[in-house]
């Protein structure tokens, strides 16, 4: 009849605009989440902006970012929401340590339903308690681990959450790609401006030197012309003498005949 015609389409038209409302929420946190990563300019900054975006949107009181270094094989804390100082979490783990390091070596999902007693609690100022849904979510770049993402929370990530989880995945491994691209240069650029720097000094050093060597080639030329001009005159004063000695000698010869002639 048309009164259940009616109410099909009213509740069709409800489950379209329910729909179109996730649909908004979803983008909406998804281009705010993207736009601040983009910020980032250290891995630490990424990783707190991350998790802090996550934990509340997702319904989760703890959550945990790793990202991976590729050259010593490890995991290291970037970033964390809601941690307890008492829970100490661990700051790195290596390929197949503990179920963090195991999501690295298989580059899959871990979801545990049973949590155990010992694990990290969520805590507030009212109170603490035990978690009972934890994921943990590689993230992957070209089919290689670049982070690892720990959320700890009440309940299961499912709807509109697990729908805006899952499209931000990519996003989270693009702009840490970038972000790992931008770092790389800027430390390329600090290395080459510190080996222009060096070099400079060098140059410079290498002037001074040159000019210590001039001067000391100047003043010992110098030295050389004073020393022949005493050799000169030392020479003089050696003809002045011999003539003197030659006439005295002379004069010697001379008055030695008068006094024989007497």
């Not at 929401?81 to 195991?102: C, E, N, R």
């Amino acid at each position: 009849d048309e009164i259940g015609e009616l109410s099909r389409a009213l509740q069709v038209f409800k489950q379209m605009v329910i729909a179109t409302t996730d649909q908004d929420w979803v983008k909406s946190h998804l281009a705010t989440i993207a736009q601040d990563l983009q910020k980032a300019t250290t891995y630490r900054e990424f990783g707190q902006s991350l998790t802090s975006h996550l934990a509340p949107l997702l319904k989760t009181g703890v959550a945990m970012y790793y990202t991976h270094d590729a050259r010593h094989e490890r995991l290291e804390l970037r970033g964390a929401y809601g941690l307890h100082a008492s829970s100490g979490p661990i700051q790195t783990y290596a390929s197949g340590d503990g179920l963090v390091g195991q999501c690295l070596q298989e580059r899959a999902l871990i979801v545990l339903d049973q949590v155990p007693a010992t694990y990290v609690r969520v805590h507030s100022a009212s109170g603490e308690a035990l978690p009972s849904h934890v994921m943990i979510q590689p993230i992957l770049y070209r089919g290689q681990v670049t982070g690892v993402l720990e959320l700890a929370g009440f309940e299961p990530i499912t709807g509109s959450p697990m729908e805006l989880l899952t499209e931000l995945l990519p996003l989270i491994a693009l702009t840490q790609e970038n972000l790992s691209r931008a770092i790389n240069t800027q430390e390329l650029l600090e290395r080459s401006q510190q080996q222009a720097d060096d070099l400079r000094a060098s140059e410079l050093l290498m002037r001074q030197q040159k000019e210590v060597l001039r001067q000391s080639n100047e003043a010992l030329h110098i030295k050389t012309l004073e020393l022949e001009e005493q050799s000169q005159r030392l020479t003089v004063s050696e003809e002045e003498l011999r003539v003197q000695a030659e006439e005295l000698q002379a004069s010697n010869e001379e008055l030695r005949d008068k006094t024989d002639s007497l």
